[in-house]
């Protein structure tokens, strides 16, 4: 297969994740505010395979031979930028992540959750939830500067 319908695959998967990353947040944002659970894990798991689209793809675009190639990446400012508010998302997913995990844990083993975590950390994951998405559109907008080469870093 020729290279540009590669890349222009790899650029389509890395759209539709971005999509789904906005979607899972914010059908996670709406489920803390309605605090339902179900539909939090569901939202989450949007999220979750968001991610994986967004980092398998990105890898494969800034690494493999389909794109600028890594050179022009690693020269570019803007990229730095925009793996900063990537480790920020990541960094702030933690607590989400382990809250969920253990809830699910709970969940599948079919004993409730306890009424004063769910008050205690839903607020939580909705404002860290909220946050993340103002911070993934600081992301597309790096990821816009670093597309046209701008703040490119001169040697």
Same mark, same amino acid.
């Given at each position: 297969? @020729?290279?540009? &319908?590669?890349?222009?695959?790899?650029?389509?998967?890395?759209?539709? #994740?971005?999509?789904?990353?906005?979607? %899972?947040?914010? =059908?996670?944002?709406?489920?803390?505010? *309605?605090?339902?659970? +179900?539909?939090?894990?569901? /939202?989450?798991?949007?999220?979750?395979?968001?991610?994986?689209?967004? !980092?398998?793809?990105?890898?494969?675009?800034?690494?493999?031979? &389909? *794109? +600028? %190639?890594?050179?022009?990446?690693? =020269? @570019?400012?803007?990229? &730095?930028? +925009?793996? #900063?508010?990537?480790? $920020? $998302?990541? !960094?702030? *997913?933690?607590?989400?992540?382990?809250?969920?995990?253990?809830?699910?844990?709970?969940?599948?083993?079919? +004993?409730?959750? *306890?009424?004063?975590?769910?008050?205690?950390?839903?607020? !939580?994951?909705? @404002?860290?939830?909220?946050? =993340? /998405?103002?911070?993934?559109? #600081?992301?597309?907008?790096?990821?816009?500067?670093? /597309?046209?080469?701008?703040?490119?870093? =001169?040697?």
């Amino acid at each position: 297969m @020729n290279n540009l &319908y590669i890349s222009a695959i790899l650029s389509t998967i890395h759209m539709l #994740g971005l999509g789904l990353a906005f979607l %899972g947040l914010f =059908q996670r944002i709406r489920a803390c505010y *309605e605090m339902r659970t +179900k539909r939090i894990f569901a /939202a989450d798991n949007i999220w979750g395979i968001s991610a994986i689209l967004l !980092v398998g793809s990105g890898l494969m675009r800034a690494f493999l031979p &389909y *794109e +600028k %190639g890594s050179a022009f990446y690693l =020269q @570019n400012f803007s990229f &730095y930028m +925009k793996m #900063g508010f990537f480790l $920020i $998302i990541f !960094v702030l *997913e933690i607590f989400p992540m382990i809250i969920l995990i253990r809830w699910r844990i709970i969940t599948i083993k079919g +004993k409730p959750l *306890e009424t004063k975590h769910l008050n205690r950390y839903i607020p !939580v994951i909705r @404002n860290i939830s909220f946050l =993340q /998405a103002i911070l993934l559109i #600081g992301l597309i907008l790096s990821a816009s500067l670093m /597309a046209r080469g701008i703040w490119m870093i =001169q040697n």
